[in-house]
C-alpha cells in the first residue's frame, strides 16, 4: 500500500469519525445519516465527481456567496441555535473538500475539519461512547499526520526518482504503524494527565439534545389523574442515586423513595398546588443551600444523584431533604418542601443530606390553622366516598389507626393496573372506588388523601420514584421512568408528616431486572460520568490529600519503620520479587539489543555502503552533519551525473536493509560491490565540502 492510498483510508476514517461524533450529540438528526452516507461514499470517487461538478458549476464565487448568504440566514432564523448554525456550516465546508480534494493541503484541512466536529459534539455529550470516538481519533490523527509528513517531505526535498520510489515502496509497514500506536498511546496519557490536574473554575450545567421521557407531567405544577400511564411502561433511565458513605450494600437502607413533588389541592379530576410560589435558597461558601433544620431522631444519609434530563425542574431526593448541594444554578424551595432548579434540559449531579423519616418520639408542632385548612380542602365528591370511609374506620380508636386501616384496604382490597380505561361514565374517583376498583399508584394515593380528608386528617399527594433497581457492580441504585410513582403523606399530631403508601404495586419487579453485563456497563458509564464528567475543583483536592497522605505512609513505613508495610511481610516480599523481576528484564532486553546485531547489520549491509562513502569522500563528497542519506544522494547526483543511477541504488539497498531488514540476495550484493568500486570519477569543479551545519 503507497503513502498516499494510507493517508485517503485514514482521512476518510477520520471523517466518519467525527461524523459519529456529531450523530452521537445528535447534531446531525437520524433521518439525515442515510443522506450523510451516501455523500461520503460518493466522494471517494471524487475524480470523477469533481469532472461533471465542473462542467455544471461555472461561477464559482457567486456559489461561494449564494451559499454565504444561506448560512447567514440559517445562523440567524432557521438554526435552533448558534452551535446547530455553525455545525451546519461545518458540514457544508466538509463536504465540500471531500468533493475537491487535490493536494495535501486539502488533506490537512479535512483533518482539521474533522477535529472542530469532535469539538463542538463535545458540547452537547457526555456519553461514554465519546470516549472510544476521542480514543480512535487519537490513533487515526497520529497515524494520518505521520504520513501526511512523510509525503510533504518527499515532495520537498526528494529528487522525481526517489519520489516515484517512495509511491512504489511498502512505506505502510507494522514499525511505523506500531510507532503512531505507541505516540498516541503517549498522547492520551498526557491528554488524561492534563484533564485530572487542570485546575476546575467550576462546572457549567451542560444542556442535552437528547430526546426528553415519554411523558413528565407528573412531575410540574398540576397532574391530572392517570398522567403516569405510559411512564410506567418506559425503561428509560432518570437517575443514579450512589451513596459515598455508605451503607455498601442496599439492605442497610429499607425501603426508600425519591420525593419530587407535592400537591395540596384537589378539584375531582387533577391534583394542583394552591401556592406554587418557589422561594431562593441562599448558597453557602462551599456552594451548599440548606432547606431544612434537621430534627435530630431519625438517621442521616448522603446521596450522589446523577440526574438525566427529563423536562423537568424537580431535584429527586430521599425525604426529608436537610441541604443540597449544586454545581451551578440556583436552588428553590415551595412551601410544601419540593426542591427544584431551573435546568430542566441539562444533566445534573448534585450531593444530598437527608434525614430519614421515623415515627416522631414525642408530640408534633400543631398545624397552622390555615396550613390546615390546605391540607383539608376537598372538592363536592360523591357521599358514597366519605360514607365508605367513615364505615372502614368506624371502630378506629385514634386518626393514625383510621389511616392505617384505610391504606391496608386499598393495598388488599383493589388492584393494580395500568389499563386505565373507566368502567362507568361516572368522576374518575367514584369509578374507581365503585365500579372497576383498579388503577396505578395515582389513584391510589388520590383515594386515600380524599378519605383521609374526609376524616379530617391533613394529607397531600406526592409524586417521585420508588427505590429502583440495585446495581451491585457500581453501589448505587437506577431509576427508570417505569419507576415513577405517588403516594401520600399524612399530618398527625403525635408524629408529623407520615408517609402512607396505599399501592399493591411491588418495590421492584424481578422481571425488569437488567441482565449482569448491562449492569457492568452501566457502572462504567457512571465512573465516566463521576471522575471525568463531573470532576470538579474539589475532587482534585481530595485526589491530591489522599496521594500525599499515601506517600506520608510508605515514607514512614519503608524508612522510618513506624507504620506496617501495606501487606505485611509478604506484600513486602512479593513487591521485591516483582521488582527485580522488572530490572532484571529490562537489563536483559537493552544487553540483548546491544550485543545481538540485526537484521540491518548483518552481511554486507554497512560495509558496502561504508565504501561507497570512502570513496565518495576521496572525491571530495562527504555526508554534512545531520544530513540523511537520501539528501546525501541527492547532492552526489547532481555533482556526479554520470554515477547517479549506481549512487541511487546502493542508498535505496542500504535504507532497504538498516530500516526495512530486507536480506539482500549474492547477485544483488555483488552487483552493488561493482557499483561502488567504479565510483572513481572525479568531480565537476565545485566546492567539495558538504554543509556542516
Known sequence: MSARLALQICTYLMVVDGLAALALARLIEPAWWAVVVVVVAGSWWQEAVRARVAAVVRHQQLLALAALGFFALDLLYLADSLLDGFMHLLLFLFFYKLYTWRTLRDSRDLLLLSFFMLVGASTLTVSLGFLLILVLFLVLGTWAFLLHHVLSESERNAPDPAQALLECRQVVTLSLLGLSVAASFASFLFTALFFFVMPRLGQAVLPSKGQLGAMVSGFSDRVELGSFGTIQTDATIVMRVEFPEGPAVPQGFGT?????????????????????????IPRMFDRSTTVARGRGVGPVIIQEIDLEPIGTEVLFAAPRVLAITLSAGPVFVDSLGAVSSPVPQARLHYRVLS????????????????????????????????????????????????????????????????????????EPLEDFFFASRSGNCEYFAAGLAVMLRSLGIPARVVNGFQQGEWNPYGGYFLVRQRDAHSWVEAYFPERGWVSLDPSPRGEFDASWASSAAFQYLDAVRMRWHRYVVNWSFGDQIKASGSMRQAAVYWRRAVFDKALPVPGGKRGAVVGAVLAGVLVVAILVW???????????????????????????????????????????????????PQSRDAVLEITCAYEEVRFGGVALGGEQLA??????????????????????G
Open 256 to 280: 426508600l423513595r425519591w420525593r419530587g413533588v407535592a400537591f395540596d389541592r384537589f378539584n375531582g379530576r387533577e391534583w394542583s398546588m394552591s401556592r406554587p410560589e418557589r422561594r431562593v
Open 355 to 426: 434525614e430519614l423519616e421515623v415515627p416522631w418520639p414525642g408530640p408534633a408542632r400543631a398545624l397552622p390553622e390555615e396550613e390546615r385548612e390546605r391540607h383539608l380542602q376537598l372538592p363536592p365528591l360523591s357521599p358514597r366516598i366519605h360514607e365508605l370511609a367513615r364505615e372502614l374506620t368506624r371502630k378506629s380508636p385514634d386518626q393514625w389507626t383510621a389511616a392505617l386501616r384505610l391504606r391496608d384496604y386499598l393495598h388488599t382490597t383493589f388492584r393494580y393496573s395500568l389499563d386505565l380505561k373507566r368502567a362507568s361514565g361516572l
Open 590 to 640: 537493552r544487553r540483548s539489543s546491544t550485543s545481538t546485531p540485526s537484521r540491518s547489520r548483518r552481511g554486507l549491509s554497512f560495509p558496502l555502503y561504508e565504501m561507497m562513502l570512502r570513496r565518495l569522500a576521496r572525491l571530495g563528497l562527504s555526508p554534512g552533519r545531520g544530513e540523511t542519506a537520501r539528501e546525501f544522494c541527492g547532492r552526489v547526483a547532481a555533482r556526479l
Open 671 to 692: 552487483r552493488l560491490g561493482q557499483l561502488a568500486e567504479r565510483l572513481t570519477v572525479a568531480p565537476a569543479p565545485a566546492s567539495s565540502a558538504g554543509p556542516r
